[in-house]
């Protein structure tokens, strides 16, 4: 009698367990789709949780960032060197002192030569190694750079008005105030939208996507209106006053977006206009041009109200899903 009690007690909690996951799955279902299924399996979810400002989990340029006095920086020594013909790569060192803390990874393209492409694949199932393997798996078939773009909503559809390869998707109505990068036929732009209609900007466009905030406007000053302390690792995309159109990263995340913003400008790179897009543990980066080859995998996001530092976090340490990505290609 004991030995079948046991067994039953057992078969119970099993079938509660059984009952609990199914539940649980049955709710990311619900409300993330396919998405919230590849983040559960391919990091295990994630959360915010509450850091003090030096905590060692946070990276050293996010200690640095946190300090009641943030320290000023300057860029570095560098200059860009071509890749191949319309090519070209920069990395500026972010120097506080003579202490590299952060480092641009900048690649800027000839539009004549190189187009630009939307892409989003809601189930969020890449990371950056699977959009290469899936792009170009041998180097050879024209994709020369891979990062994030613009922002996805619960279930990885793109949140902001958004033209992939002709297919519009996205929402269709947007109160878009910020900018947006627009490729076709003759060429690629990144608009500033103050007192443009979204609409009408991307009417012709075989690619693009909204984004916010606009990091630099065509009034050549920082546009970021919001002041604040949100560390991230940074990409943006920008076009500079030849035409040229500059994709950037950030290694780590010493930068809120207004100090971005400022160092954009004071690194003399002859921007016209800056989008950010979306950044954070999303913001993997590949480039593969020539004898240049660089691999990044973002990390880091942070953010800080009233003086309380949440960190983003999640049990297994692997490179996120990517549902938004942009990428150059070969003409």
């Avoid at 002709?166 to 878009?176: F, N, Q, S, V």
């Avoid at 660089?294 to 976090?313: F, I, M, N, P, T």
């Amino acid at each position: 009698m004991r030995g079948n009690s046991l067994k039953k007690a057992i078969s119970i909690a099993v079938v509660l367990s059984t009952l609990a996951v199914l539940s649980a799955v049955g709710y990311v279902w619900q409300k993330h789709g396919v998405y919230g299924l590849n983040v559960l399996l391919r990091r295990g979810g994630s959360y915010w949780v509450t850091v003090a400002p030096d905590d060692a989990r946070l990276s050293p340029a996010m200690r640095l960032a946190l300090k009641p006095e943030i320290p000023g920086v300057t860029a570095g020594a560098s200059s860009w060197s071509e890749t191949e013909p319309g090519f070209q790569v920069r990395e500026i060192p972010v120097m506080a002192g003579d202490r590299e803390i952060d480092r641009l990874y900048l690649n800027r393209f000839d539009p004549a030569k190189f187009g630009f492409v939307a892409h989003n694949e809601p189930s969020g199932a890449k990371d950056i190694d699977q959009w290469e393997a899936a792009l170009d798996p041998d180097g050879a078939c024209g994709t020369v750079l891979i990062v994030n773009g613009s922002y996805f909503g619960l279930k990885g559809e793109a949140d902001t008005p958004f033209i992939s390869k002709g297919d519009r998707l996205g929402p269709d109505e947007y109160d878009a105030k910020a900018g947006a990068w627009v490729a076709n036929a003759s060429g690629t732009q990144v608009v500033d939208l103050a007192g443009r209609d979204w609409r009408a900007v991307l009417e012709n466009a075989e690619n693009a996507m909204v984004s916010y905030p606009l990091l630099v406007g065509e009034d050549g000053r920082n546009n970021v209106r919001a002041k604040s302390n949100w560390l991230a690792n940074r990409t943006f995309i920008a076009e500079d006053r030849q035409g040229r159109i500059i994709v950037g990263s950030t290694k780590d995340a010493f930068f809120s977006l207004d100090r971005l913003a400022n160092f954009l400008l004071e690194a003399e790179l002859e921007l016209k206009t800056a989008l950010n897009l979306d950044g954070g543990p999303i913001a993997g980066l590949s480039v593969r041009s020539g004898n240049y080859h660089l691999k990044h995998y973002a990390r880091w996001e942070a953010q800080v109200v009233d003086g309380k530092v949440s960190l983003l976090q999640a049990p297994l340490d692997v490179a996120w899903g990517m549902p938004v990505v942009l990428t150059v290609e070969r003409r």
